[in-house]
């Protein structure tokens, strides 16, 4: 099947004559040609509106042919039979884009660095050869290939089970079965500039991953395929949002310059060094080196706008914390004005007190292991009392202000702060002895009995900081490549959002992102392309609503509730990918190639019957080689069906899932709410 502006290439080209030997085109000739400027060639090919608004430049002053341009589809794009360079194997000198038999200097050029690389995988086991589409080589297919596609189907999840869903809510969770990234493109116009968080665990190119590509270009085959992502999704952020992913050594260093290049080097917020495990839980054969962790690399849309709304983490109290927080103000006894000034920063009084009769108390840590559980029970009756002296920096003029007019004994301050989580607040400071006053209860909280410290987040998150026992049964299913644990999710979901705010995952695996969301009443919305994806990603999200307890649902007192809705992109070629895949003899091999001949959409070079029943060599191939072919005879540009086809009475589309894909594709302010 032609593209349409091959078809129109093709139409105007068959104009001259001189161009073709039968059915073949001397592109050689051709192109020499619109080197040398063949007015009578230009004009003709401009003349098509098709190609003039693919290959032309419309300036106040004329309109300028896209030589260049044109003359490289030519020579690289698989469209004519006599060409034998693959786009797919490019790799070469070049110089102002150009190679290097048409220039003196050159440089060692990025392999396919302005690629459109697909990533079609949808079994971990099952790797394919990649299809790339350059940004100006290949506009129309790169344009077809990312359109919005068609939704179906559609269901609804609840505690009431499955049903058809008809309509999309502007409250709706979301998840989505296809390739992540035309998936991207299909919600971008819906959810641009929306998203307030993205968390992503992609394959990390190990060679141990089931990332499984051409071991040539494996590096630049990953990068390329991570931009591509990464482009879309940072328009997808709110300007107050942000993007965390997880990596491993092999490619942390290539991620991060690329990021900085995406989002700019002034966004980046942090390499977080997780901890996934402690020494004694890893094999250490072989290696330089014990490595226990992996990064996070987090970036903001953008960091003048950033937000964050809990970036603490909780440390039990130790007994090193319980010696120095080891004072309590039983009594504060009777206050008296000492003297008040003016605030420079606030222009608002500061009013100083001397307390009398006022009785303060020690905690003992006497005999600590064996009386630790009386103390730690002190410590939690008197958690609103208890505090330790500190000695105020000498750059701090406001302060050392209050203390010189303080002398021993116990003092208060009454002013309005002007700065910090405090700003314009009135408070009650304390001072014991030229000492401020540090409250316990400033820097930690009760739960379960027990006291934490929140103490402000490192970039090192420990193995027993975030607990993951059981990992293996969290969320009740299982997935070969494994999980993150909730405790993880939970600790970036708590930093960057609140309540209602939506998070992203474009590589939801087990769908431990979307579980933690959903128990944090956060919206959320997770693609997918494993062909597991029902089987343990909607598993476990229906098990979330049944109110499953496993991961952090104790921590948040889960009890079940909410719904979400999934939905696959419509699949042409995806559906015949998919069964190629699927295949285990040749008998099931045969019947796949009879539909195809039916219904799939084909490279416009291949005639499927010459390839296949009526080429002997065909028949000696071995089943994956065999399987491998048919991929190739496939038009990638066509896995699934584009939005703008929905009323194409062909696809006998039903009144429902245009009702369904009518709604999630209007814009917010028409939809119901």
Known sequence: METRLQQEINKVLRGFSEYWEEDTLLKNKLIEDIRFYNGEVIEALLSNELIKNTYSLDLPSGLVFKVEDFINMLRFKNYWDNSYTKYTNEIGLTSENKYFKYNSDAVLDFPHKDSILEGGMTKEEVGKKEIYYHNIIAKEEIDTLLAPKILFPSKRYDNNGQKSAEKFYLDDNLIIKGNNLIALKTIKERYARKVKLIYIDPPYNTGNDGFQYNDQFNHATWLTFMRNRLEVAKDLLLESGALYISIDDNEAAYLKVMMDEIFGRENFLAQIAYE??????????????????????????????????????????????????????????????VTRFIAPSTKEEVIVYQHENYEIESISMRDFDKRKEEIQSQYVEQFQNIFRNTSVQKENEFQNKILNLCEEGLYTADYKVSRGKNKNKWITAYYLNQQVFAWLKDTALIKDNNIFKTNKLSQFWTHGAIPKADLANEGGVNLRRGKKPENLLKRIIDIETQEGDIVLDFFAGSGTTCAVSHKMNRKYIGIEQMNYTEETTIERLKNVIKGEQSGVSKQLNWQGGGSFVYAELYRLNEAHLHAIQSCTDNKELEQVINRMKQSAYLNFKVDLEKVTTKNEDFNLLSLDEQKDVLIQALDMNQLYLNYSEIEDSQYDISDSVKAFNHSFYQKEGDMDE
């Open 276 to 337: 996934r495990s402690g020494v004694s839980g890893l094999g250490q054969g072989g290696s330089f080196l014990v490595n226990t962790h992996e990064s996070i690399l987090v970036y903001a849309k953008n960091k003048s706008q950033h937000t964050t709304y809990n970036d603490r983490g909780l440390v039990k109290l130790e007994q090193k914390d319980m010696k120095r927080y080891n004072k309590i103000l039983t009594h504060e006894g009777e206050r008296k004005e």
